[in-house]
């Protein structure tokens, strides 16, 4: 016997879409979990927005309010995909209102904020995911296997990048995204978020660090009506970009491995270039985003001209065989939110958390405060436990 779970979407721009479309695929990928989600309702401020996403995908109610979902008795499930200035109200408003809530990153504008959010979470007795779906891809569930193994030996440093073009249009829309009081820190909580949640998933902890960040696009054109994702603007009354457009951080893990992160919202002749090398006292192991399902790995006991092999990933890695039956065929960024969405229907089927948490949000938001720190103070900062 399958039950349903009322789920409802706040938010419906791109993000809102592929959690919706991450729940209408998971009976196909896991037909024999115990919940089956069923499209409630959408809500979305932008007038016409909801109504045309619950024609396109079959929710059976659209609002412009997002109160009315919390109210809603037909909901036990919440992907909350709104802006981040929103993320704090509510989230804690559809945890107390004894939601579940999938929530994408960075869960607000500052670790206080992620702090409250995880905290109703906790006092409501709920479920909480977060959206960093990195680490969901079978081939980073591989290394992370591999480093806590000892393969590679002891660690000793890693360079995480996420280097990507979105914004380096000068014409690109002054949205929310680039105001600080909206859109928080930035490519720091867009992209160093991510790379904060694979270095503390791979590595472990981060003890301390010290960052550099820049805007290299001061100013950029509002918009004239709604957008959605990355739109131009030209023409319109320019303004000012207020947060950064580059991070570069130096880590220090507890465990005594160093790093670097490195992340850059406009670079140009760059497309979704994510990725991370760890190196060890005896190999490596390297993944790169755009070659979602391979790793690259050296180990042995040659030290010197040690060759490196790419290693495919297949069934029998992560949640590979829900997607495919044989190594080397291709998954895609849409199938680790599907896996992000089986593991948080999961958590709320048996009760207990599977995949990212509030905490992992919590301690993500931590690095990124630090680096917003470190960068006024130019000096190393200690990263908060939580």
Partial sequence: MVDELGVAVVGFGWMGRVHTQ???????????LPLRPRLITVAEEVPGWAEEAAAQ??????????????????????SITAPNFLHREIGV???????????????????????AVADAVAKAGVQGAVGFNYRNAPAVEAARELIASGEI???????????????????????????RARGGSGVLGDLASHGADLARFLLGEIASLTADTAIFLPERARPTGATAGHTLAAGGERGPVENEDYVNC???FASGARGVLEACRVSVGEQNNYGFEVHGTKGAVCWDFRRLNELAV?????????????????????????????AANAMGYDDLKVIEAYRFVR????????GTTLTDAVRSA???????????RKTWVDVEAG
């Fill in 22 to 32: 991450a729940y209408a695929r998971l009976p196909h990928h896991y037909p024999h």
């Fill in 298 to 326: 050296s180990r042995g006991a040659a030290y010197q001209d040690q060759p490196v092999s790419t290693v495919f990933v297949g069934p029998g890695t992560g949640e590979f065989a829900a997607f495919q039956p044989g």
């Fill in 153 to 179: 030996g002891r660690v000793t440093h890693v360079r995480i990048r996420l280097f990507s073009d979105y914004a380096a249009h000068p014409d690109g829309a002054l949205t929310w995204r680039y105001e």
């Fill in 250 to 252: 130096l880590l220090r």
């Fill in 93 to 115: 408003a559809m945890a107390e209102a004894g939601k579940h809530i999938w929530i994408e990153k960075p869960v607000g504008l500052t670790a206080g904020d992620a702090r």
């Fill in 347 to 354: 958590s709320v089927a048996e009760g207990v958390p599977y």
């Fill in 366 to 376: 931590a690095a990124l405060d630090a680096m917003t720190l470190a960068a006024q």
């Fill in 57 to 78: 995908f079959g929710f059976v109610s659209a609002t412009r309010d997002w109160r009315e979902v919390a109210a809603d008795p037909r909901v036990r499930a919440v």
